[in-house]
């Protein structure tokens, strides 16, 4: 069964620390993408990557950063976390321009 | 802009109700476009899609059809189950990527 696998389902953190989300999938899609779901605001993209250390800005990227050094793997950073960034965090992966994206389970991260 | 609006919810039915949500959008040229669902504690799933006007999607009993004339992609099932609770997303993707989502849709089946 294909999979993006998320590193971890819940994460508390403190604010100011650096935090790292990872996020690998095993179907060698060339693009993936993070977004961060919030109640009442759906899903807003962050980050996305069409392939190996290219990336691009989402529709709300401040505060974060990305990094993609190997296809299968695209990592979240959040430089200095702050509260506001506490939030579900979803990465996807997809295979073509048509969409069809696959989602992992996510990551609850909570910044206190 | 591209965008998606969705039914608002939450939406609340009983067992073999009939359930439609929903869906218009906004975008220019002939954009894919997508229902995903996901269920209380997990990531999003592929529900259904249709990539051109007039197409069909279909899957678990529910169906959506690409109306091009009313810019509508209303999902539809004709007898819901209680498994069939969870939040539901249109989507659109007008250049085969990038997808921009509807704010979700609550959807509870009760017994």
């Known amino acids: 069964d294909v999979k993006v696998t998320q590193s971890s389902r819940y994460l508390v953190k403190r604010t100011g620390e650096k935090v790292f989300l990872e996020c690998v999938q095993d179907m060698d899609h060339e693009n993936m993408f993070w977004y961060r779901q919030d109640p009442g605001l759906g899903l807003r993209l962050i980050y996305f990557?069409?392939?190996?250390?290219?990336?691009e800005k989402g529709d709300i990227p401040e505060g974060y950063s990305v990094s993609r050094e190997k296809k299968e793997r695209f990592s979240l950073i959040l430089e200095s976390a702050s509260t506001n960034q506490t939030s579900m965090y979803l990465c996807?992966?997809?295979?073509?321009?048509?969409?069809?994206?696959?989602f992992g389970s996510g990551t609850r991260l909570t910044v206190v | 802009g591209n965008s998606v609006t969705q039914m608002e919810g939450p939406v609340t039915l009983s067992e073999e109700a009939f359930l439609t949500i929903n869906c218009t959008y906004t975008a220019t040229g002939y954009p894919s476009l997508f229902w995903y669902v996901q269920y209380p504690g997990e990531g999003l799933q592929l529900l259904l899609k249709a990539t051109k006007a007039d197409d069909k999607g279909s899957n678990k009993g529910f169906e959506a059809t690409y109306r091009k004339e009313t810019t509508s992609f209303h999902l539809e099932k004709g007898s819901v189950q209680v498994s069939d609770s969870a939040v539901y997303f249109c989507?659109?993707?007008?250049?085969?990527?990038?997808?921009?989502f509807g704010a979700g849709t609550t959807v509870t089946v009760r017994a």
């Open positions: 989507a659109l993707s007008p250049q085969g990527y990038k997808l921009s």
């Open positions: 990557s069409y392939d190996v250390k290219m990336k």
């Open positions: 996807a992966s997809s295979s073509d321009r048509a969409g069809g994206y696959t």
